[in-house]
């Protein structure tokens, strides 16, 4: 913690190395596999049917859990540690700041999940875990949203008291910005806690006025499309049209204002209801492109 002399609260601080500094970072391979939001709401939705409950675990200083790495790391000794000129350090364990430790960190929990009895990773994304019927576990960075019935649970509890964990959460969860919320109507799915962390565009007068730079309108509307993603898109139509607009005014920088105040003021949200699992009934849908008369290999299922 360190003091900012400022009267505000102190800041948290953590030990992280310059990685845009390593002599190989062109020799590793930096990217690491992330649930998509889709992939959550569809967990939501299953668990919902399957009668399960959610939870979540957020790991603590998640990369130094990774196991051993087959190699030291080396870094030089940053000044604010007193050592000597020219020491360096040796670390065993996957570090911040480091391009590839993530994915280090998200490869060694993923095969400590998959020693589950029965369970398989996903054939559409490499951060979903499943067993049919009985649980299924997304990872996204250093949290681990997880569903199912009570013996697949205690698997899974096994294994992530291995590691160090905190803010558990069960029933009504945050997990990668979305927060799902149970209750005896089903499961209510919204972007609530990051929609009120988004800040308005100031306007200048008329709203004719060429706003002074359109990456901030460009940013909002970023944001206000990630929020769709999570709850209702049909409330953000705006969004994309504000988001590709190159000379924007401050009538369009207000209504972006006027769909984050909708946002603001209305609990907007994804609702799974209750269901019974025996009634379920699935319906495919799908739009086609090609001729009728198009050779069978040329036609196209979208």
Not at 8 to 37: I, L, M, Y
Request: glycine share 4%; net charge neutral; proline share 8%.
């Amino acid at each position: 913690m360190a003091n900012r002399g400022n009267g505000k609260p102190a800041e948290r601080a953590g030990f992280c190395v310059a990685g845009n500094r390593d002599w190989h970072k062109q020799s590793t391979v930096a990217t690491s596999p992330v649930t998509p939001q889709h992939a959550i709401r569809a967990i939501v939705a299953a668990s919902d049917i399957l009668s399960f409950t959610l939870h979540t675990e957020d790991f603590l200083r998640a990369y130094l859990q990774s196991d051993r790495l087959a190699e030291l790391v080396y870094v030089w000794v940053p000044v604010e540690a007193g050592e000597p000129d020219n020491t360096a350090w040796a670390f065993h364990r996957a570090i911040y700041g480091k391009n590839d430790s993530g994915r280090l960190f998200h490869f060694k929990t993923q095969s400590r999940f998959l020693t589950i009895p029965n369970i398989t990773l996903s054939s559409a994304f490499d951060t979903i875990y499943l067993v049919p019927h009985h649980g299924a576990i997304s990872t996204y960075v250093d949290d681990t949203l997880n569903a199912g019935d009570a013996p697949f649970l205690k698997y899974v509890d096994n294994i992530l008291k291995n590691y160090s964990t905190h803010r558990p959460d069960h029933g009504t969860i945050q997990f990668a910005g979305i927060c799902a919320r149970s209750d005896d109507a089903g499961v209510h799915c919204d972007a609530g806690p990051y929609a009120t962390t988004i800040a308005p565009l100031p306007l200048t007068p008329p709203l004719s006025s060429p706003f002074a730079d359109p990456k901030y309108l460009h940013s909002l509307a970023a944001k206000l499309l990630w929020v769709a993603r999570v709850a209702r898109p049909d409330v953000l139509t705006n969004a994309t049209q504000l988001a590709n607009m190159p000379n924007p005014t401050s009538a369009d920088a207000r209504r972006a204002n006027d769909t984050l105040a909708t946002l603001a003021r209305l609990r907007i949200t994804l609702h799974y209801p209750r269901l019974d699992p025996v009634t379920l009934q699935v319906y495919v849908f799908a739009n086609y492109s090609g001729s009728a008369v198009a050779p069978l290999p040329k036609r196209q299922v979208g």
